[in-house]
């Protein structure tokens, strides 16, 4: 039985705990668990169809902000959420998204590759955030404006590596979970 299935049986027997968080990245799918409750999480973005929108793209980022908060709240909490964890999300509420990039290089969890990625890649999401359009820059070798097709396809392109490489580090440091055991201690609840 998989976790997902071990999970979604102890949540109908109301049997997950109200001081459990965790967003899981499965095979086929996301769930995320939190205050007693097992819900989808979020679906994969079809890159090939995101639309040149502004409100788009920032949906993919606001994705992305999410894991980060999420990864870092588990490498400090684990999967308990109490009040020390809710203080912490509270707490990452108010830290930049370039500072939590930065903190995954100082945690050597994103190399360095990756992290100027990132920045790049985020450096976009805050031109969108000041802006009405997707006149935006994106610097790579060279700059490129996201209202022009052949530079807004490079940076889907690049877009659509770091969110695969982001859901590969979550679910590599969450993979250091000893589920068995999770479950297990839930069961006994």
């Known amino acids: 039985m998989d976790v997902l299935v071990q999970l979604k ?12 968080r ?3 990245i499965l095979e086929k799918n996301h769930i995320f668990i939190n205050d007693g409750a097992v819900e989808p999480g979020f679906s994969q973005p079809k890159y090939k ?6 409100d788009e793209i920032l949906s993919i980022y606001s994705k992305m902000g999410f894991l980060f908060d999420e990864l870092i709240r588990f490498l400090i909490a684990g999967h308990n959420h ?3 964890s809710r203080k912490l999300l ?8 370039n500072r939590k990039i930065r903190l995954f290089l100082d945690w050597k969890i994103f190399d360095e590759e990756f992290t100027r ?8 999401r805050n031109g969108l955030m000041h802006s009405i359009n997707t006149k935006v820059e994106y610097k790579k070798e060279k700059i490129m404006i996201l209202s022009n ?13 770091a969110w695969d490489k982001l859901l590969q580090i979550y679910s590599e440091q969450l993979s250091k979970t000893d589920w068995k055991k999770t479950i297990q201690n839930l069961k006994s609840l």
């Open 149 to 161: 097709e052949k530079d807004y396809e490079q940076f889907k392109t690049d877009l659509q590596k």
């Open 49 to 54: 169809s995101i639309k040149n929108d502004r």
């Open 82 to 84: 109490d009040d020390k």
């Open 22 to 24: 965790l967003y899981l």
């Open 9 to 20: 049986t102890l949540a109908k027997r109301k049997k997950i705990p109200q001081n459990l």
């Open 117 to 124: 990625s990132m920045s790049r890649l985020f450096e976009v």
């Open 90 to 97: 509270y707490i990452l509420n108010l830290i930049p998204l």
